[in-house]
């Protein structure tokens, strides 16, 4: 009738699932402020004692197969329990940028970078969902956090635009088993319970939204399930670009670089 309700019940619409997206950001950012404190210690026995995220940590930095002087984007990097396994990859040359939404899990993560002395690895306030990648990455990690991203799979696709040619993305992360019995379902399900509506979680089946993403932009991806299907282990390469484009090793375009590990965390945003 050309009175604009249409597009009025659209804007309508997109606001109601902005507005949800918020609250769920709101309620992730608040659950890792209570948790930072003490989460490199809680993180190792959740879900239950002796589930092996150290080893599976290590996995998945190995999938990369980092070089000295490579650059590394931690997604969601929270205290910087990986830093240390990239570190021993990448050496003094590379770099590390870790990303992470919230404040108190970043102010750990500073924390662990003044106690190594590392001066290569720089800090990033940003919600995945926004982050800007820097050009000619070399790789890309996320453990245990992609998931909880309502969009991931543009996350997927804006981080391997910015790859070097041949440069990797990583993904550890939890899932519902396929065909399994309801008490590993719960194994799998037990890890994004405190963080997420769980209901709505299982209803998205993030992993499929990743694992189809990796699928379309990245080549020779690898999908391994772990630990009865309640967690994978998703890996593929940025395809082959024009000849002469190489990995990147310490350019200036990197977001936060600075001269010492007490830098401040660059590209703030309300916590």
């Known amino acids: 009738m050309g009175d604009g309700r249409p597009h ?3 804007t309508g619409i997109e606001q109601h699932t ?8 709101d309620r992730l950012i608040e659950t890792y402020r209570k948790k930072a404190k003490h989460y490199d210690v809680t993180s190792r026995l ?3 004692p002796g589930y092996p995220h150290g080893a599976l940590r290590r996995r998945a930095v190995q999938a990369f197969g980092l070089r000295a002087g490579d650059s590394v984007v931690d997604i969601a990097c929270g205290t910087g329990l990986n830093f240390p396994l990239i570190e021993e990859a990448i050496g003094p040359g590379g770099r590390i940028i870790g990303v992470d939404l919230t404040d108190a899990m970043l102010a750990h993560a500073r924390d662990r970078i003044a106690a190594n002395g590392w001066s290569n690895v720089s800090l990033v306030h940003a919600d995945a969902a926004e982050f800007e990648f820097p050009a000619r990455v070399s790789a890309i990690l996320s ?3 992609l998931s909880q991203v309502p969009d991931c799979a543009a996350v997927i696709a804006r981080g391997a635009a910015a790859l070097a040619g041949g440069g990797r993305w990583v993904v550890l992360d939890v899932k519902v088993p396929d065909n399994t019995p309801r ?3 719960q194994l799998g399900t037990a890890l994004v319970r405190p963080h997420a509506a769980i209901d709505e979680w299982i209803m998205r089946r993030p992993w499929e939204a990743i694992r189809a993403a990796m699928q379309d932009e990245l080549a ?5 399930e772990l630990l009865f299907g309640t967690a994978f282990l998703a890996a593929g390469s940025r395809r082959s670009l024009t000849a002469g484009d190489g990995r990147l090793v310490g350019s200036p375009g990197l977001p936060g670089e600075h001269a010492g590990p007490a830098a401040g965390i660059g590209g703030q ?3």
Do not use: E, H, I, K
Not at 18 to 25: I, K, L, P
């Open 8 to 10: 009025g019940d659209a």
């Open 18 to 25: 902005a507005s949800q997206a918020d609250r769920g950001r």
């Open 46 to 48: 959740y879900p239950v």
């Open 143 to 145: 453990t245990y956090a």
């Open 183 to 185: 008490r590993l379902t």
């Open 220 to 224: 020779d991806l690898s999908w391994t």
């Open 269 to 271: 945003r309300p916590g």
